[in-house]
């Protein structure tokens, strides 16, 4: 038989928490010094001591001109105005051409031969008339 | 006797500036062949009429 001398009971028990590391003492300053901080931090650069003996002068490469000096400049590519010819031809072609609404600036040469024939037979006809109308004076 | 082309145009009713498109050429030629046949044909009546008369002064 167990008592209640004998019941142990147990808690969880948390562990320990780190201890903080020392942080640094935080100084406190003025923005003004700041910025007389960072100027100074600028203006001092690392002055290597001149011990080693002055080396011949490196020939400076050009580094050419820069990319928008090149974006600038008008490029010409070899080649490229038989292909906006060709280009121009195709469009041409496959471009829709309705017979009654067409520009006569746009037609193709084969359009413009056949209202060539049009204009022709018209004009055949109105000599023909003429020639009837005019007979008389013959 | 461009002013006189004109002006017979004027009268038959075509339009002085030229048509762009098929659209407009067909009414354009239509109207040019029917001013073309009046003209013809009056002076076809003028011209029988004139031999009418020739043929009438030799009877």
Known sequence: MVTDDEIYTTEPVEPAPDPEPEQAPVEVISVGELLDRLAGEDSQEPEEPSEEPAEEPVEVID?????????????????????????????AQTEPHPAMTTDFADYTVSEA???????????????KMLKGGFAWLR | MAAVVAEFFGIIGVDILPPS????????????????????????????????????RRW
Do not use: K
């Not at chain 1, 580094?63 to 195709?90: C, K, N, Y």
């Not at chain 2, 407009?24 to 031999?51: K, N, Q």
């Open chain 1, 63 to 91: 580094p050419g001109p820069s990319f928008q000096e090149l974006w600038d400049t008008p490029i010409q590519v070899i080649g490229m105005d038989e292909a906006l010819r060709h280009l121009r031809t195709i469009v």
């Open chain 1, 113 to 127: 031969l056949l209202l060539l024939l049009l204009l022709s037979i018209f004009m055949a006809a109105c000599i």
């Open chain 2, 21 to 56: 498109n098929l659209a407009e050429l067909i009414p354009y030629l239509l109207t040019v062949l029917v001013g073309v046949a009046l003209v013809s044909g009056v002076f076809r009546v003028i011209g029988r009429l004139v031999e009418l008369l020739m043929d009438f």
